[in-house]
Nanobody
Framework: QVQLVESGGGLVQPGGSLTLSCAAS????????MEWHRQAPGKQRELVAG???????NYADSVKGRFTVSKDNAKNTVYLQMNSLKPEDTAVYYC?????????????WGQGTQVTVSS
């Protein structure tokens, strides 16, 4: 069983920055692929960024060059540094984790944290 707890959401002005954190606990979680997803009102949940156990990263085209995903293995924590935020980045952001050897059907989700970009 894996537990994920997000933090760091809030209200920020356009062009501002915010860092989200996801604290993970559970057996073998260091080996899991970690991802950030987001869901805006009336829209489907979408993948924002991901990082594998060996640090390989991937990003949605809409956030490339603005967002950075990283992790601290000692703390079992994954971060999402968000810069140059736009109103269209407003969404609930979810952390997820899944074992790559079993596939994303075995994905765990955090409770989500709200990010609002508005002046």
């Amino acid at each position: 069983q894996v537990q994920l707890v997000e933090s760091g959401g809030g209200l920020v002005q356009p062009g501002g920055s915010l860092t989200l954190s996801c604290a993970a606990s559970g057996s073998d979680v260091k080996l899991y692929t970690m991802e950030w997803h987001r869901q805006a009102p009336g829209k489907q949940r979408e993948l924002v960024a991901g990082i594998t156990s060996i640090g390989r990263t991937n990003y949605a085209d809409s956030v490339k060059g603005r967002f950075t995903v990283s992790k601290d293995n000692a703390k079992n924590t994954v971060y999402l540094q968000m810069n140059s935020l736009k109103p269209e980045d407003t969404a609930v952001y979810y952390c997820s984790a899944y074992p790559p050897w079993a596939g994303s059907l075995y994905r765990y989700w955090g409770q989500g944290t709200q990010v609002t970009v508005s002046s």
